[in-house]
Each structure stands twice: as C-alpha cells, then as structure tokens.
C-alpha cells in the first residue's frame, strides 16, 4: 500500500520559517493537500493541489513539490501555528494520510 | 454557514455494529461527495471511505472494506456510516467531511476535503 512518510516533529521559533516535508514514491506526479489539527479540534485543510491556499488561510501557509517530496512552508511562524500535519494525496483510488509532524513553535 | 455535525458514536462491544449518522446544512449536500476519516486515540488522521454526491459510487481503504458501508441520504442531508464486527481497534474518533473539486479539478486525485465535523467517539470495549 500507498505510503507517505512525514518527521514526527518539527520545531520553529516565533517569527522563522517552518518546513515539514512529506514524502512517498513518485509523489511529484500527484497533488497533495495538507491539512492542520490543532488540539482538540477538527482538521483544516491550509494547503490544496500542492500550492493553493483555501480562502481565510494566511498567506504564510505554502506548500511545494519537488520530486517525490512535498514541502508545508510556514513564514513568520506565529505561538497559533503550533498542531499537528497531515500531507494527503490519492493513490490508486485511496485516500493516504502521512502520519503526521507535530510542529512546536517555542 | 457551511455545517456537519456527526452522530452515533458511543461504547459498543467487539463484534458489535454501529452507525454513524453526519448531518449537512448550509450547503446543496446531494452536490458533493463525501468522506469518512477516522482518528485513533493518540494517532494521526485514516481515511476510510468516500462516497459520490448521487450515491452512485463509493470507494473504501482497504482496512475497512466489506466491514464498513458508507452511504446517504441526499433528502435528508445526511451521510451514513455502518460499522460492523467492531474490534478494539476500531476505537477512534470519526469524522465525516466534505470532498470538493475546485480550480479545475475533475477527479479525486486532486480534490480536498474542505469541510470537516466535529467528529463523533466510537469506543470499542468489552
């Protein structure tokens, strides 16, 4: 099956650039979707079709892709962006999930 | 404002079944699919099921296929999860969302979900 593989943790002072990388074979030929859980909440999608932000994301959510990794970029990481991550993308008509990267912004 | 709110969660014993219900509103349900994610205690996001906005199509993880059935009813606005021969590690909290295709998407490979549920807690337990 399908695997996407993602650092268990990544951790960013306020105010740097945060990368969490994900990736999976011939993930570049893909699109991926990632998405941000903050404690006790729900899921959020921040980042469609490898680089597009949904409407009420901050600009300083993008994401990239280059060969078979994906990469979430966070700029001016603020204390809010602290959560979990999940990468996504579809494989023969499944649905993965990476396993997701704690971001700690301390 | 665009809603779903997920039903029927509860404590169930192992071989038991159960079915969650996700109800819609604030938007024209029977024009979207569908998706059930499920999270484990302390463990990341599992998809498990998608279904087409007319119902006429679903697709499931493999971990979960002839085990679990999705399904909707677009008069009501809700979408439906059956879960049966429950074992404990089945236990998790149960979301459903929304799936959408935008910016000229036309298939699922680049879809999203979008709209998510507050998720509901199936404990599997003896």
């Known amino acids: 099956s399908y695997e996407l593989a993602q650092p268990p943790s990544v951790s960013v002072s306020p105010g740097q650039t945060a990368s969490i990388t994900c990736s999976g074979d011939?993930?570049?030929?893909?699109?991926v979707s990632w998405y941000q859980q903050r404690p006790g909440q729900s899921p959020v999608v921040v980042i469609y079709?490898?680089?597009k932000r949904p409407s009420g994301i901050p600009e300083r959510f993008s994401g990239s892709t280059s060969g078979n990794t994906a990469t979430l970029t966070i700029s001016g990481t603020q204390t809010m962006d602290e959560a979990d991550y999940y990468c996504?993308?579809?494989?023969?008509?499944?649905?993965?999930f990476g396993g997701g990267t704690k971001l700690t912004v301390l | 404002q665009v809603y779903l709110v997920e039903s029927g969660g509860g404590v169930v014993q192992p071989g038991g079944s159960l079915r969650l219900s996700c109800a819609a509103s604030?938007?024209?349900?029977?024009?979207?699919?569908m998706e059930w994610v499920r999270q484990a205690p302390g463990k990341g996001l599992e998809w498990l099921a998608l279904?087409?906005?007319?119902?006429?199509?679903?697709l499931y993880a493999e971990s979960v296929k002839g085990q679990f059935t999705i399904s909707r009813d677009n008069s009501k606005n809700t979408l439906f999860l059956q879960m049966n021969s429950l074992r404990a590690e089945d236990t998790a909290v149960y979301y459903c969302?929304?799936?959408?295709?935008?910016?000229?998407?036309?298939?699922?490979?680049?879809?999203?979900?979008?709209?998510w549920g507050q998720g509901t807690t199936v404990t599997v337990s003896s």
């Open positions: 079709q490898n680089n």
């Open positions: 996504q993308a579809w494989d023969s008509s499944t649905a993965v």
């Open positions: 969302a929304r799936h959408l295709w935008r910016d000229g998407c036309n298939s699922i490979t680049c879809s999203l979900m979008d709209v």
């Open positions: 011939k993930l570049g030929d893909k699109f």
């Open positions: 279904i087409w906005s007319d119902g006429s199509n679903s």
């Open positions: 604030g938007f024209i349900f029977g024009n979207h699919g």
